[in-house]
Structure formats: structure tokens, C-alpha cells
């Protein structure tokens, strides 16, 4: 097996984004001071300024800057009013009500309204997997005024806060009507939020740095910041997202003290980064990330389920994690169709694992589908090096299992741009790509966009099964946490068998930041840069 490095040296590419629709409106301002802005590097490059668009976290971040909420998951993931002022719910009805709470305003200065909200809501469902699992259960969204709506329900369903809430990508923001009413398979090509901070264009260079400022007309909510809930009080006068994909540098910048947050210092580095009385390290997401290989259902070979079934005998986690994380006591493997540490984890059907990689029987199943060595295209992520050393890892791992595999290398923009390509490999199409999320989200059969297994209207991949449906419909009634765990390994023990999806481990990734940022807020999925200051 060829040694996979877990240092990797990553070139970056400005062109990526470079054609990406750039938004209208651009507030200018004299520039803030060092004390008053801080400059963050994440795992990648903003491929997109529609949130809804695509399951890109980096999009998630942006909409988080400068669009809001209807709800917010506070720290205890309770969903929490956020957008939203007032709201009722008449069970006799199935009729949810909300209002809006006074002082919201999009960035152009105009009132933000019912108009805006039911379209927003309405695009937001058509791209997201809970949001569709809901839709399905409402017979009605309608305005009653300017500032309150009503969803009707024709069914008991008891998720509509915490659909509305999630941070899981995508995430409900609202947008202005006119965006809204955009086409949700189309790109919206216009930035105007309502959130705490607004997109400088003048100053931000696609691929290269994303400029946002505090936005002075935005009115926080009384309460404590708690999650994404709560006053979104802005303590600095401007974040810098620079894109900045090689990690030395990264780890270098910030020792310097030239950018102030690192979301994904490697391993190899935190003994540096420890060691430095500067720097802090500090875990935002408890529950970690849990690393995603998706098939694309559509086209062979992975039409076929014993081919699906194979990659699970093929994938080896522990190898994985060790590519990346080497000992690290920040990574393990992961059997559980929803995670480790999530409430709904368990042990169904995972015969797989506990046998071990197996590539006689990845063979023998591919045997049973009549696979005849037919071309597998895997798309490798380069500039995030957790992905791309798990793509290398598994082709690797599935030639050994009998499959003919093609790598396909380009940034993780390009495969976000790429993996909506529902055409056959050979005319820009794809058959496998890596990816991740966040474990509270995988352990959420509702609100994780890839537990749906809807076909057409799936995420990427496009999985299609009709069991798996059924028993996601009877785990959103379930009345008691003991019923919900009883139906999730119903849904665990099917899953494994049809495969929607494999895992290649599970992982905690701390940040590491400069000792003067304070009030960072631990969230699954996004990260709020609301409540932090440069003390």
C-alpha cells in the first residue's frame, strides 16, 4: 500500500470561483483596525453564496454571516425563536402561527416580511432533506398580514421547530422575496441578508479572502447567545474568510499572529500549536464529524446493490483515521448508521465491521452483480487533505476488492460543483466522492439531507428506497425517545442492508485560534462569529 502523508503540501486555485455570480450590493467602509477584525481560515473555499443551493458547509458559514433564522438550535439543541417573535400552536387545527418580531430589516434598508418568509421557506424544502420530509405533511403556508404566517399541517407531525431550527445544511435562511422566488435548482446571484453582518464586495476576492462587516442596523435579540439562538451581538467591526489551503502555512500565518482562527490544524502540527502560549485549542462540535462515502445510485455499477454492499467490506476505518489523524485520541470508528455519542447509535446489522475488511467477499458480491471490471470514477478533493487521504486510501482499498477505479483530482469546489452532475461519468458525471458531517446531524434521521433516500429528490447520490422512507415517517411520531431508538435501528438495520452511504470514521477536529478571541460559540455545523471580541 503507498504511504498516504498526512502533511500535505496543497496548491490554491483562485479560478474555482472566479465565474461565480458576485452579489449586487456592496456596503462601503472605511477599513477597521487590527483590534477591530479578525481574519479566520477554514477548511475550504466558498463555492457558493447560495446556502440553499448546495450542502456546502463553507456556504453554510457565509449564511450564517449575513442571512438569519426563523429558529435557532441553542446550546442544548432545543429549537429557540429567532426571526421569529411570537408563535402558537392550535392542536385541533394542526395550524402552527408565527410572527414576526419588530426591527427585522434586509440589508437594503426594506421592512422583511411574510412576502419574503413563506418563498424562503418554500425554496428552502424543495433543496433539503428535512425540509421535504415536512413538506410532505403540510397542506398549507400562508400570510395572514405583513408579519405573520400560518403552516398547516394535514398530518401530526412534531418537527416542524426543529426542522426550522437545525443547523444541518442545508439551513433554512430567509432570503428577500425576489431571491427567493428563484428557481431552487438555480444559484441565486444576489447577496441581501438580514443577519448580523453584510458581504463587502469591494474588498473580497473570490478564492481568495470573503470581507464581511458588522451590520449597524441589525437588532439582536435580548437573550444570552446560547447555539445560533439568542443576541447575535456583533463585537468586532469585520471577519476576513481567507482561503488558505496549505496547512504549514496556515499553522505559520497564525503563530504569526497574521490571521487569528485556524478551523483544521492537522494533526502533525498540534504539538506545535500546544506548545505555543499564543495559541489555544478548543473543540467547537463535541460530537465531531463523521467522514462520508457516497455512490451515486443512478448509474452502474453502484445501480447494483451487492456493489453497493461491497465497499462496505472493502473500507477499513481505522486505517483511514490513521491516514489523517494518526493515533490521534480525536478520532475512532464509527459502525452506527447515526454516529457514536448521538442518541440514536446502536449496533443493527453491522456484521461488516466486526468481521473486518474482507476484499474475498467485496469480490464474491461484486461476482453475484455481474461486474465486469466497468470504469469507477472517484472524485478526490485536494485542498482538504482529510479528504483527499481518504479518496486515495479507498481506491486503493476498492482495487483490492475487485473494483477498476479511476481517480478524478480537483478542489472540493469543483466536486460541490460537480456531484449536482446527474449524468453518466462519461459525460460529467461521477460514480463515488468523499465528504463529511457533523455527528449530531448524522444522528438525526429527519434533518440530515443525506439520510433521505427519496431518488430524484434525494442529496447526491440519489439513493431510492421505499422501507427506509417509511420507517424515517414512523420515527418523527415516535412519542418517547425509547420508541424513536427502537424505530432507528429499524432504520439502521435496513440501511446497512440497501447502502446509502458508507463511513470512514469519525472524527473530534479542534481549532486552534490566538489567545485573545474570546466568546467563540460551540455549534454542530456552522461556526458564529457573533459574541466574539479581540480582548
Same mark, same amino acid.
Given at each position: 500500500?503507498?504511504?498516504?502523508?498526512?502533511?500535505?503540501?496543497?496548491?490554491?486555485?483562485a479560478?474555482a470561483?472566479?465565474?461565480?455570480?458576485a452579489?449586487?450590493?456592496?456596503?462601503?467602509?472605511?477599513r477597521?483596525?487590527?483590534?477591530?477584525?479578525?481574519?479566520?481560515?477554514?477548511?475550504g473555499?466558498?463555492?457558493?453564496?447560495?446556502?440553499?443551493?448546495?450542502?456546502?458547509?463553507?456556504s453554510a458559514?457565509?449564511g450564517g454571516?449575513?442571512?438569519?433564522?426563523?429558529?435557532?438550535?441553542?446550546?442544548?439543541?432545543d429549537?429557540?425563536p429567532?426571526?421569529?417573535?411570537?408563535?402558537?400552536y392550535?392542536?385541533?387545527?394542526?395550524?402552527?402561527?408565527?410572527?414576526?418580531?419588530?426591527?427585522?430589516?434586509?440589508?437594503?434598508?426594506?421592512?422583511?416580511?411574510?412576502?419574503?418568509?413563506?418563498?424562503?421557506?418554500?425554496?428552502?424544502a424543495?433543496?433539503?432533506?428535512?425540509?421535504q420530509?415536512?413538506?410532505?405533511?403540510?397542506?398549507?403556508?400562508?400570510?395572514?398580514?405583513?408579519?405573520?404566517f400560518?403552516?398547516s399541517l394535514?398530518?401530526?407531525y412534531?418537527?416542524?421547530?426543529?426542522?426550522?431550527?437545525k443547523t444541518?445544511?442545508?439551513?433554512?435562511?430567509?432570503m428577500r422575496?425576489?431571491?427567493?422566488?428563484?428557481?431552487?435548482?438555480q444559484?441565486?446571484?444576489?447577496?441581501?441578508?438580514?443577519?448580523?453582518?453584510t458581504?463587502?464586495?469591494a474588498?473580497t476576492?473570490?478564492?481568495?479572502?470573503?470581507?464581511?462587516?458588522?451590520?449597524p442596523?441589525?437588532v439582536?435579540?435580548n437573550?444570552a447567545p446560547?447555539?445560533?439562538?439568542?443576541?447575535?451581538?456583533?463585537?468586532?467591526d469585520?471577519?476576513?474568510f481567507?482561503?488558505?489551503?496549505?496547512?504549514?502555512?496556515?499553522?505559520a500565518?497564525?503563530?504569526?499572529?497574521e490571521?487569528?482562527?485556524y478551523?483544521?490544524?492537522?494533526?502533525?502540527?498540534?504539538?506545535?500549536?500546544?506548545?505555543?502560549?499564543n495559541?489555544?485549542?478548543q473543540?467547537?462540535?463535541?460530537?465531531?464529524?463523521?467522514?462520508?462515502?457516497?455512490?451515486n445510485?443512478l448509474?452502474p455499477?453502484?445501480?447494483?446493490?451487492?456493489?453497493?454492499q461491497?465497499?462496505?467490506y472493502?473500507?477499513?476505518?481505522?486505517?483511514?483515521?490513521?491516514?489523517?489523524?494518526?493515533t490521534?485520541k480525536?478520532a475512532?470508528?464509527?459502525?452506527?448508521?447515526?454516529?457514536?455519542?448521538?442518541?440514536?447509535s446502536?449496533?443493527?446489522?453491522?456484521?461488516?465491521?466486526t468481521?473486518?475488511?474482507?476484499?474475498a467477499?467485496?469480490?464474491?458480491?461484486?461476482?453475484?452483480?455481474?461486474?465486469?471490471?466497468?470504469?469507477?470514477?472517484?472524485?478526490?478533493?485536494?485542498?482538504?487533505?482529510?479528504?483527499?487521504?481518504?479518496a486515495?486510501?479507498?481506491?486503493q482499498?476498492?482495487?483490492?476488492g475487485?473494483?477498476n477505479?479511476?481517480?478524478?483530482?480537483?478542489?472540493?469546489?469543483?466536486?460541490?460543483?460537480?456531484?449536482?452532475?446527474k449524468?453518466?461519468?462519461?459525460?460529467?458525471?461521477w460514480?463515488?466522492?468523499?465528504?463529511s458531517?457533523?455527528?449530531?446531524?448524522?444522528?438525526?434521521?429527519i434533518?440530515l439531507?443525506?439520510? $433521505?433516500?427519496?431518488g430524484?429528490? $434525494?442529496?447526491?447520490?440519489?439513493?431510492?428506497?421505499?422501507?427506509?422512507?417509511?420507517?424515517r415517517?414512523q420515527?418523527?411520531?415516535?412519542e418517547?425517545?425509547a420508541?424513536?431508538?427502537?424505530?432507528?435501528?429499524?432504520?439502521?438495520e435496513?440501511?446497512?442492508?440497501?447502502?446509502?452511504?458508507v463511513?470512514?470514521?469519525?472524527?473530534?477536529?479542534?481549532? $486552534?485560534?490566538?489567545?485573545?478571541?474570546?466568546?467563540?460559540?460551540?455549534?454542530?455545523?456552522?461556526?458564529?462569529?457573533?459574541?466574539?471580541?479581540k480582548?
Open positions: 500500500m503507498t504511504k498516504i502523508a498526512r502533511r500535505t503540501v496543497l496548491k490554491s486555485s479560478a470561483v472566479a465565474a461565480m455570480a452579489p449586487s450590493l456592496a456596503m462601503a467602509q472605511a477597521p483596525s487590527a483590534a477591530r477584525t479578525i481574519r479566520a481560515v477554514f477548511h473555499d466558498v463555492p457558493s453564496y447560495d446556502p440553499i443551493w448546495t450542502t456546502a458547509n463553507m458559514y457565509h454571516m449575513v442571512y438569519d433564522t426563523l429558529f435557532g438550535i441553542d446550546s442544548k439543541g429549537a429557540k429567532q426571526m421569529v417573535g411570537r408563535y402558537d392550535d392542536a385541533s387545527s394542526m395550524t402552527w402561527t408565527f410572527e414576526l418580531r419588530p426591527g427585522l430589516k434586509w440589508h437594503d434598508g426594506t421592512d422583511v416580511t411574510t412576502a419574503d418568509v413563506i418563498p424562503s421557506i418554500k425554496r428552502w424543495v433543496r433539503d432533506g428535512g425540509g420530509h415536512m413538506m410532505q405533511r403540510v397542506k398549507d403556508i400562508a400570510a395572514k398580514d405583513e408579519k405573520t400560518t403552516i394535514k398530518e401530526r412534531g418537527l416542524v421547530l426543529d426542522v426550522l431550527a444541518t445544511t442545508p439551513v433554512g435562511f430567509m422575496k425576489k431571491e427567493a422566488e428563484t428557481d431552487p435548482m444559484k441565486i446571484e444576489t447577496v441581501v441578508g438580514s443577519g448580523p453582518f458581504l463587502n464586495l474588498e476576492r473570490p478564492g481568495t479572502q470573503y470581507v464581511y462587516d458588522r451590520n442596523n441589525y439582536p435579540r437573550e446560547s447555539g445560533i439562538s439568542g443576541g447575535k451581538v456583533v463585537k468586532v469585520r471577519v476576513v481567507v482561503n488558505m489551503p496549505d496547512s504549514q502555512t496556515a499553522v500565518a497564525l503563530q504569526a499572529g490571521i487569528d482562527f478551523e483544521i490544524p492537522q494533526a502533525d502540527f498540534m504539538p506545535q500549536l500546544e506548545a505555543d502560549r495559541i489555544k485549542i473543540v467547537l462540535n463535541e460530537v465531531g464529524l463523521v467522514g462520508q462515502i457516497r455512490p445510485f448509474h455499477p453502484f445501480d447494483n446493490v451487492k456493489c453497493r461491497a465497499l462496505l472493502c473500507v477499513k476505518q481505522s486505517d483511514h483515521m490513521r491516514a489523517t489523524f494518526g490521534s480525536y475512532k470508528d464509527t459502525p452506527s448508521f447515526f454516529g457514536m455519542g448521538t442518541p440514536m446502536n449496533d443493527a446489522n453491522i456484521g461488516w465491521y468481521g473486518g475488511q474482507n476484499f467477499k467485496s469480490k464474491a458480491l461484486l461476482a453475484e452483480a455481474g461486474y465486469k471490471g466497468e470504469e469507477v470514477l472517484l472524485m478526490q478533493a485536494t485542498n482538504i487533505p482529510y479528504m483527499s487521504n481518504a486515495q486510501l479507498l481506491a482499498e476498492m482495487r483490492q475487485g473494483f477505479v479511476r481517480v478524478e483530482s480537483m478542489d472540493w469546489s469543483n466536486v460541490v460543483q460537480r456531484r449536482a452532475n449524468a453518466p461519468p462519461s459525460q460529467g458525471g460514480n463515488i466522492f468523499i465528504t458531517s457533523g455527528g449530531t446531524a448524522i444522528g438525526h434521521p434533518l439531507a443525506a439520510h $433521505a433516500a427519496t430524484d429528490k $434525494a442529496w447526491f447520490g440519489w439513493p431510492s428506497d421505499e422501507k427506509h422512507e417509511q420507517l415517517a420515527w418523527a411520531v415516535g418517547t425517545l420508541d424513536r431508538q427502537r424505530i432507528a435501528r429499524e432504520i439502521q435496513n440501511a446497512w442492508n440497501f447502502v446509502p452511504q463511513y470512514y470514521g469519525q472524527w473530534i477536529q479542534p481549532a $486552534a485560534m490566538r489567545t485573545n478571541l474570546q466568546g467563540l460559540l460551540s455549534v454542530a455545523e456552522i461556526i458564529p462569529w457573533w459574541n466574539v471580541e480582548v
